[in-house]
């Protein structure tokens, strides 16, 4: 009876070179029951369909060489030597072959030199053989065969020396490819052991330490200073600075008190807190990034695909080409055998596709990892190509170019009334309305230090589309919209040219009135980001040619904003298939890169060449939608980003030039008789040095690598 159609993930160890995936994709390709499977080289999953036993692929898997468990079995720590199994087996063998060399180069006899050569060869290379073994069984020509090939042929030929020297390189390759992978896997690591596993819960006047997996939404946290945030949540008591760097790229700590969120992995640094859980563990902003983060390397960059591509009819032709060379010179013109055949061996190790497989995969992964530790989440490599041609910006307006929070910007008194009495009597009013202003009014009066308690309210009464109606200490106000105070004749032309002036600035106008007069105008307004100027002038130094911005807002507004923020263009009063018009409108002549935030946002998100969400502000859909997330909202981020992945093409042109130039040189050497063995394996795996160590510059990309923020210092 066949087994149900199922989804397993499998943790594949040992994994270190890029080839070896292309073995496991075949490998498993010939087993009956598999439907399909996706590889991650930096997370070291294995995710399958399949209608077979699990303990089938486990077993190909080991047939292949490698080690494999299913992600929820319990596995044992390594021991030192397991995992420093390839160094200390590496270093062997460096240890013999030199040893090899001065033996032969001071006369020793062979008697004693080849066994020593033969030790360097089975120390450093009995694994690669092995993979190169299992991959030719499913017809996967690779590095480990093409090696194992060489260094048999030099062996039967008497080439010691050059057999051990193979070895010894590659394997030197391998180990430096490793340690590569290795940066990029620790990165992850490191955040996902920032959440502990238990955490401190106050039920009623009692602590208690409770495993995370118990702890429900709306529970009470205490997290003291030193302790790391377990779950996302809003605090709700207490005062303290919290270190977001890992999740936000935030540089500072930020400043936490009653009302703000965390989010699990951050750290809180100097004072104890308590906060109400709003998220549990597998909904947390952590636990996005990491998902986000594996299925960004899961994607392959158009590059990598079409590198993959030409390496899989590249090495073949290249075996087939060796073979001519080892066997039609000697059969048919009488030439020594073991000369050509040392010429096709220079041939299969000199046509090695190291450098040129590699050349990607690290480009694209130290890209984003760079990106990650600036606080920017892009999901996967092909964004980063794409990132680089972007020409065109387009950005949404409220929440994304302004803050999405409503501010009073402008306090005018219309008589002998003092505007922080203004704000007094409005933020008492509106104290507990729900209106979405409202808050506004009581931010203002807490960050002016107005006192608002004192003030006794005898009635309320919301006029709706108006404003309110209230009475405190005995005096009957109003506050409202400019309908209102017209219904109440209280308006005149004084306050009509206030509130004209308010509004051709994009400003909100709220009245304060009695029956008899209007005492004052309270403009609101939804400010403008402070990073936004500063980051639409390095966008453009960056090549950036067009900027628009998108908005539902008037058009008054909008105006206002886009001359504060530099933006070229604005499109105002737009729906959400109108925001996708335009942006399909750019397409057509550019690529387009769209920010936004909100859920109106999402369908030109996806309409565009690549979308970038905000990640504190953004909604889940826009989160979902988008290609890439700046975690911390900072848009200073956004010449960042297109610089970094300018840089990233840049290196990765020099990689695949490099490999394939040093190719075609060797190779013809090689054909001509004009390279050594050794003088193939060192090009090659020199070249692959090279292209590992040119990938690696991309962690060192600063945001000084870029044209300095210039910021928007218009105040409110």
């Given at each position: 009876?066949?087994?149900?159609?199922?989804?397993?993930?499998?943790?594949?160890?040992?994994?270190?070179?890029?080839d070896?995936?292309?073995?496991?994709?075949?490998?498993?390709?010939?087993?009956?029951?598999?439907?399909?499977?996706?590889?991650?080289?930096?997370?070291?999953?294995?995710?399958?369909?399949?209608?077979?036993?699990?303990?089938?692929?486990?077993?190909?898997?080991?047939?292949?060489?490698?080690?494999?468990?299913?992600?929820?079995?319990?596995?044992?720590p390594?021991?030192?030597?397991?995992?420093?199994?390839?160094?200390?087996?590496?270093?062997?063998?460096?240890?013999?072959?030199?040893?090899?060399?001065?033996?032969?180069?001071?006369?020793?006899?062979?008697?004693?030199?080849?066994?020593?050569?033969?030790?360097?060869?089975?120390?450093?290379?009995?694994?690669i053989?092995?993979?190169?073994?299992?991959?030719?069984?499913?017809?996967?020509?690779?590095?480990?065969?093409?090696?194992?090939?060489a260094?048999?042929?030099?062996?039967?030929?008497?080439?010691?020396?050059?057999?051990?020297t193979?070895?010894?390189?590659?394997?030197?390759?391998?180990?430096?490819?490793?340690?590569s992978l290795?940066?990029?896997?620790k990165?992850i690591?490191?955040?996902?052991?920032?959440?502990?596993?238990?955490?401190?819960?106050?039920?009623?006047?009692?602590?208690?330490?409770?495993?995370?997996?118990?702890?429900?939404?709306?529970?009470?946290?205490?997290?003291?200073?030193?302790?790391?945030?377990?779950?996302?949540?809003?605090?709700?008591?207490?005062?303290?600075?919290?270190?977001?760097?890992?999740?936000?790229?935030?540089?500072?700590?930020v400043?936490?008190?009653?009302?703000?969120?965390?989010?699990?992995?951050?750290?809180?640094?100097?004072?104890?807190?308590?906060?109400?859980v709003?998220?549990?563990?597998?909904?947390?902003?952590?636990?996005?990034?990491?998902?986000?983060?594996?299925?960004?390397?899961?994607?392959?960059?158009?590059?990598?695909?079409?590198?993959?591509?030409?390496?899989?009819?590249?090495?073949?032709?290249?075996?087939?080409?060796?073979?001519?060379?080892?066997?039609?010179?000697?059969?048919?013109?009488?030439?020594?055998?073991?000369?050509?055949?040392?010429?096709?061996?220079?041939?299969?190790?000199?046509a090695?596709?190291?450098?040129?497989v590699?050349?990607?995969?690290?480009?694209?992964v130290?890209?984003?990892?760079?990106?990650?530790?600036?606080?920017?989440?892009?999901?996967?490599?092909?964004?980063?190509?794409e990132?680089?041609?972007?020409?065109?910006?387009?950005?949404?307006?409220?929440?994304?170019?302004?803050?999405?929070?409503?501010?009073?910007?402008?306090?005018?008194?219309l008589?002998?009334?003092?505007?922080?009495?203004?704000?007094?009597?409005?933020?008492?009013?509106?104290?507990?309305?729900?209106?979405?202003?409202?808050?506004?009014?009581?931010?203002?009066?807490r960050?002016?230090?107005?006192?608002?308690?004192?003030?006794?309210?005898?009635h309320?009464?919301?006029?709706?589309?108006?404003?309110?109606?209230?009475?405190?200490?005995?005096v009957?106000y109003?506050?409202?919209?400019?309908?209102?105070?017209?219904?109440?004749?209280?308006c005149?032309?004084?306050?009509?040219?206030?509130?004209a002036?308010?509004?051709?600035?994009?400003?909100?106008a709220?009245?304060?009135?009695?029956?008899?007069?209007?005492?004052?105008?309270?403009?609101?307004a939804d400010?403008?980001?402070?990073?936004?100027?500063?980051?639409?002038?390095?966008?453009?130094?960056?090549?950036i040619?067009?900027?628009?911005?998108?908005?539902?807002?008037?058009?008054?507004?909008?105006?206002?904003?886009?001359?504060?923020?530099?933006?070229?263009?604005?499109?105002?009063?737009?729906?959400?298939?109108?925001?996708?018009?335009?942006?399909?409108?750019?397409?057509?002549?550019?690529?387009?890169?769209?920010?936004?935030?909100?859920?109106?946002?999402?369908p030109?998100?996806?309409?565009?060449?690549?979308g970038?969400?905000?990640?504190?502000?953004?909604?889940?859909?826009?989160?979902?939608?988008?290609?890439?997330?700046?975690?911390?909202?900072?848009?200073?981020?956004?010449?960042?980003?297109?610089?970094?992945?300018?840089?990233?093409?840049?290196?990765l042109?020099?990689?695949?030039?490099?490999?394939?130039?040093?190719?075609?040189?060797?190779?013809?050497?090689?054909v001509?008789?004009?390279?050594t063995?050794?003088?193939a394996?060192?090009?090659?795996?020199?070249?692959?040095?090279?292209?590992?160590?040119?990938?690696?510059?991309?962690?060192?990309?600063?945001?000084?690598?870029?044209?300095?923020?210039?910021?928007?210092?218009?105040?409110?």
């Amino acid at each position: 009876m066949d087994e149900p159609l199922q989804t397993t993930t499998f943790r594949v160890a040992g994994m270190c070179c890029v080839d070896e995936e292309i073995v496991i994709r075949r490998r498993l390709e010939s087993l009956k029951g598999v439907h399909d499977s996706t590889f991650n080289l930096i997370t070291e999953k294995l995710t399958v369909r399949h209608d077979c036993p699990k303990e089938t692929i486990v077993n190909a898997l080991h047939a292949s060489g490698f080690t494999a468990h299913t992600e929820t079995s319990a596995t044992q720590p390594e021991s030192f030597w397991k995992r420093k199994r390839m160094l200390l087996s590496t270093s062997a063998s460096a240890f013999l072959c030199v040893a090899g060399i001065v033996m032969q180069h001071s006369d020793v006899s062979a008697a004693v030199t080849i066994p020593v050569f033969l030790g360097s060869i089975v120390g450093g290379g009995w694994k690669i053989a092995w993979r190169g073994f299992q991959a030719a069984r499913s017809l996967t020509f690779e590095m480990n065969f093409l090696m194992t090939v060489a260094t048999v042929g030099a062996m039967a030929i008497g080439e010691w020396p050059e057999a051990s020297t193979v070895i010894v390189l590659f394997s030197v390759a391998l180990l430096l490819e490793s340690y590569s992978l290795e940066r990029a896997r620790k990165a992850i690591r490191s955040l996902i052991s920032r959440s502990p596993a238990s955490a401190t819960t106050m039920r009623g006047q009692i602590e208690e330490r409770v495993e995370i997996g118990r702890i429900m939404i709306g529970d009470i946290l205490v997290i003291r200073p030193g302790e790391y945030v377990p779950l996302d949540g809003q605090v709700v008591g207490g005062n303290s600075t919290v270190n977001q760097a890992a999740l936000t790229g935030e540089s500072t700590p930020v400043e936490k008190k009653p009302g703000d969120p965390v989010y699990a992995g951050t750290m809180n640094q100097n004072g104890s807190i308590e906060v109400r859980v709003t998220k549990l563990e597998p909904d947390t902003m952590l636990s996005r990034i990491v998902h986000l983060i594996e299925e960004a390397q899961a994607q392959r960059a158009p590059s990598h695909t079409f590198v993959e591509r030409f390496a899989s009819i590249y090495t073949p032709a290249v075996i087939g080409l060796a073979a001519v060379i080892a066997t039609v010179p000697p059969l048919f013109y009488a030439e020594p055998f073991s000369t050509w055949l040392y010429r096709a061996l220079v041939l299969l190790v000199a046509a090695c596709p190291c450098a040129l497989v590699i050349s990607t995969p690290l480009t694209i992964v130290s890209a984003l990892t760079a990106a990650m530790r600036h606080g920017v989440l892009i999901k996967g490599g092909r964004y980063v190509e794409e990132l680089a041609k972007i020409s065109a910006v387009a950005f949404d307006k409220t929440g994304t170019l302004t803050t999405g929070t409503p501010r009073v910007t402008d306090v005018v008194p219309l008589n002998s009334i003092d505007p922080r009495q203004i704000i007094q009597l409005v933020a008492a009013i509106e104290a507990k309305s729900e209106h979405h202003l409202a808050s506004a009014f009581v931010t203002r009066a807490r960050e002016d230090d107005i006192p608002i308690g004192g003030l006794v309210r005898q009635h309320f009464e919301a006029l709706t589309g108006r404003g309110i109606h209230a009475i405190l200490d005995g005096v009957s106000y109003y506050v409202g919209n400019h309908r209102l105070i017209e219904e109440k004749s209280i308006c005149s032309s004084k306050v009509e040219g206030v509130i004209a002036e308010l509004e051709a600035q994009g400003k909100t106008a709220v009245l304060l009135g009695t029956e008899r007069e209007v005492l004052g105008v309270v403009g609101i307004a939804d400010e403008t980001r402070g990073d936004a100027s500063g980051a639409i002038k390095n966008l453009r130094a960056s090549g950036i040619r067009t900027i628009v911005m998108l908005t539902g807002d008037s058009e008054a507004a909008a105006r206002n904003t886009a001359a504060t923020a530099g933006v070229d263009e604005v499109y105002a009063g737009i729906l959400p298939d109108q925001k996708v018009d335009c942006v399909q409108s750019l397409k057509r002549k550019q690529k387009v890169a769209m920010v936004g935030d909100g859920i109106n946002d999402a369908p030109a998100l996806a309409a565009s060449n690549v979308g970038i969400a905000m990640g504190k502000t953004g909604t889940d859909v826009a989160l979902e939608t988008a290609d890439v997330v700046l975690m911390s909202d900072d848009l200073s981020k956004l010449p960042y980003l297109i610089g970094l992945s300018k840089k990233a093409v840049s290196i990765l042109k020099q990689n695949i030039a490099l490999a394939l130039v040093t190719k075609m040189i060797v190779l013809g050497l090689g054909v001509g008789g004009l390279a050594t063995l050794w003088m193939a394996v060192f090009a090659d795996d020199g070249a692959a040095l090279i292209v590992i160590l040119n990938s690696l510059r991309l962690l060192r990309f600063r945001k000084s690598s870029i044209l300095p923020l210039q910021p928007n210092t218009r105040q409110a």
